[in-house]
T-cell receptor, first 114, second 112 residues
């Protein structure tokens, strides 16, 4: 049982490049989330989804886009990467009524923007 | 004031010690709480859920005090493997205000 899988695990980009981070979960969870974690800032929610075909903005959505075309996948896109987006990105999922339910995390993507 | 506040530590304790962390929250509408542990450069993992007054799981006890707006985590008989950062999380599910509020974490080092 894989749980939540993130790809890639590491990536280095140049400023202005674009990329997509993929998150896949096999637990049939309705809710999925993208966070970033920076030193001294804690976990901050970028975007989330409450079901297939839906997305919503979190705390720090600027510079990111997301899509949830299939229930098991949640994609995070950076259209034009900036050094301020250097961070560790975590995807998570939870059952229905997600904000009151525990979240299951992927093991993270370490992204550096030069 | 942060919505969820934790003492960042570090807490340095010997093996076998009992250690307690507190987490205070400012939004009285927070309905449920969680403790996650996060090892260095790893993802957060759920340790305990706290939906009412408290919860106990082996060496770990979490208590919720709604009157004083704090959650505590007690670890008994500390093991070296308990060394990690412990994140306190509050869940708001009030109408259009639905979110998780993450603390910055408390660092614990258990020493031999």
């Amino acid at each position: 049982n894989a749980g939540v899988t993130q790809t890639p695990k590491f990536r280095v980009l140049k400023t202005g490049q674009s990329m997509t981070l993929l998150c896949a979960q096999d637990m049939n969870h309705e809710y999925m989330y993208w966070y970033r974690q920076d030193p001294g800032m804690g976990l901050r929610l970028i975007h989330y989804s409450v079901g297939e075909g839906t997305t919503a903005k979190g705390e720090v959505p600027d510079g990111y886009n997301v899509s949830r075309l299939k229930k098991q996948n949640f994609l995070l896109g950076l259209e034009s990467a900036a050094p301020s987006q250097t961070s560790v990105y975590f995807c998570a999922s939870s059952r229905l009524e997600g904000f009151g339910q525990p979240q299951h995390f992927g093991d993270g993507t370490r992204l550096s923007i030069l | 004031r942060k919505e969820v506040e934790q003492d960042p530590g570090p807490f340095n304790v010997p093996e076998g010690a009992t250690v307690a962390f507190n987490c205070t929250y400012s939004n009285s509408a927070s309905q449920s709480f969680f403790w996650y542990r996060q090892d260095c450069r790893k993802e957060p993992k759920l340790l305990m859920s706290v939906y009412s007054s408290g919860n106990e799981d082996g060496r770990f006890t979490a208590q919720l005090n709604r009157a004083s707006q704090y959650i505590s985590l007690l670890i008994r008989d500390s093991k070296l493997s308990d060394s990690a950062t412990y994140l306190c999380v509050g869940a708001l599910n009030a109408g259009n205000n639905r979110k998780l509020i993450w603390g910055l974490g408390t660092s614990l080092a258990v020493n031999p």
